[in-house]
T-cell receptor
């Protein structure tokens, strides 16, 4: 069964600090992995996308890593800001398939 | 234009009402999707249209009726909904690239059924 598991479920960090979110997947055949940021009551916005051959991708203060052998990904947020408070969702795609496999998300709260 | 738009942003309706959600994109994407998302849960796929034809229906109750009038528009007609249908309804469109349907999400419609 295709599954995407994220940890932790939620975390609270102080403004300016760094944090790392984890994603493990069993989706096969793997096509790509995306990290989305979703503000409460809004649609998901793509942060990074990585294919099988890529092991790191950055978007500003967000850096994603992918280990296709162990089927693990992480999202690192550097120098967090209050606006980083959101849910971060790991999403894995299968080749030529409309359906996506979503993780349950990690809720990040940044406090001043 | 690189975005998916959805209207209305918020909708409150009674169980006997008929309403519609609208989604629009002008990126030339030929697949469009409806998702339902409850609080603190990931989006759940409802319908997929490919080249204006219904391709996937994830066993959605008939009180939800999708329509794709043209390649840029996607509607979701609502009738006789239940309070448990209250959720964020997300529309997405996708481009086929590198053997993958790369999906772009709209901002969502927050639906409350009273």
């Amino acid at each position: 069964k295709n599954q995407v598991e994220q940890s932790p479920q939620s975390l609270i960090i102080l403004e300016g600090k760094n944090c790392t979110l984890q994603c493990n997947y069993t989706v096969s055949p793997f096509s790509n992995l995306r990290w989305y940021k979703q503000d409460t009551g809004r649609g998901p916005v793509s942060l990074t996308i990585m294919t099988f051959s890529e092991n790191t991708k950055s978007n500003g203060r967000y850096t994603a890593t992918l280990d296709a052998d162990t089927k693990q990904s992480s999202l690192h947020i550097t120098a967090s800001q209050l606006s980083d408070s959101a849910s971060y969702i790991c999403v894995v795609s299968i080749s030529n398939d409309y359906k996506l496999s979503f993780g349950a998300g990690t809720t990040v709260t940044v406090r001043a | 234009d690189t975005e998916v738009t959805q209207t209305p942003k918020h909708l409150v309706m009674g169980m006997t009402n008929k309403k519609s959600l609208k989604c629009e994109q002008h990126m030339g994407h030929r697949a469009m999707y409806w998702y339902k998302q409850k609080a603190k849960k990931p989006p759940e796929l409802m319908f997929v249209y490919s080249y204006e034809k219904l391709s996937i229906n994830e066993s959605v109750p008939s009180r939800f009726s999708p329509e794709c009038p043209n390649s840029s528009l996607l509607n979701l007609h609502l009738h006789a909904l239940q309070p448990e249908d209250s959720a964020l309804y997300l529309c997405a469109s996708s481009i086929y690239r590198d053997n993958n349907y790369e999906q772009y999400f709209g901002p969502g419609t927050r639906l409350t059924v009273t």
